[in-house]
């Protein structure tokens, strides 16, 4: 009876124990996600937004016709506790791709420091050799859950609805198994990690590959060039001054959105 006991007392704390290691939530590590953009229908949306008679719309016209359907970027997201950053991560491509890259029509290869505690975000990019830095609070999403669960990267992740920036909409899928409630976006404030995120409006999805629960460094320090700060209206109000007179408001939105994403 008291081998029968034991035995009993051991299968409890060993059931136990599993479910302590699967109840363990990771406060640290990066997460590597692939950014699937949509090349070609990017490419038709904002030939969409041209003034006809534009210069350029010939132009575009043009380079659609050679470009691929689809690139595939790759971004880097480190978290610890209530920090993150997001970084691109460099990787060869072919010469289209790169050239629509420079142009900033894929992505700004913007970097990304938020402290969600703080309510704070810094984002830092490149466009026409000059360097933009942007310094705010975090942005606004309204989110609705969803029932809908999918398995990304070995973790399973509810679907959220959200819509931020007053109107662009996104899809995200997140999973409270890594409670930073982040993305490798600027959305955020989900109960816990956004692994998938899908913007229909900008023609871009983005999945985790890879998930390293290793002690990390959260790069806060991003704005390393001498260059002003601007809040996001600021910049936005500034852009408009450079380029609202040859910009329709629809192109000029499609293109702004885009960088505070």
Not at 14 to 40: L, R
Not at 187 to 214: C, D, R, S, W
Request: aromatic share 10%; charged share 20%; with cysteine.
């Amino acid at each position: 009876m008291k081998n029968i006991i034991s035995s009993l007392v051991l299968a409890i704390l060993s059931i136990g124990f599993a479910n302590a290691q699967h109840a363990f939530f990771p406060e640290q590590g990066s997460i590597t996600y692939d950014k699937t953009v949509h090349v070609k229908n990017l490419m038709r949306r904002h030939i969409q937004t041209l003034k006809d008679g534009d210069f350029s719309k010939k132009y575009f016209e043009e380079m659609m016709t050679k470009a691929p359907e689809t690139a595939v970027l790759t971004k880097k997201v480190s978290f610890s506790g209530d920090e993150l950053s997001v970084e691109p991560v460099e990787k060869d491509q072919p010469q289209m791709i790169s050239n629509l890259l420079r142009m900033g029509l894929l992505d700004y290869g913007t970097k990304i420091y938020q402290n969600l505690a703080k309510n704070e975000s810094l984002m830092t990019m490149e466009m026409g050799g000059s360097q933009i830095n942007i310094k705010d609070s975090l942005t606004n999403v309204k989110w609705k859950i969803t029932n809908e669960y999918r398995n990304i990267a070995g973790y399973d992740c509810r679907r959220a609805n959200g819509v931020t920036l007053d109107s662009v909409y996104v899809v995200a899928f997140y999973t409270d198994q890594i409670p930073t409630a982040g993305a490798p976006s600027t959305v955020h404030g989900l109960p816990g990690m956004i692994l998938g995120l899908v913007i229909p409006e900008q023609h871009f999805n983005i999945y985790a590959t890879k998930v390293e629960m290793t002690a990390t460094t959260v790069n806060a320090n991003i704005f390393k060039k001498k260059s002003d700060i601007y809040t996001r209206k600021q910049t936005k109000d500034r852009m408009k001054e450079i380029f609202g007179r040859w910009m329709t408001d629809k192109q000029f939105n499609l293109i702004t959105a885009a960088m505070f994403l």
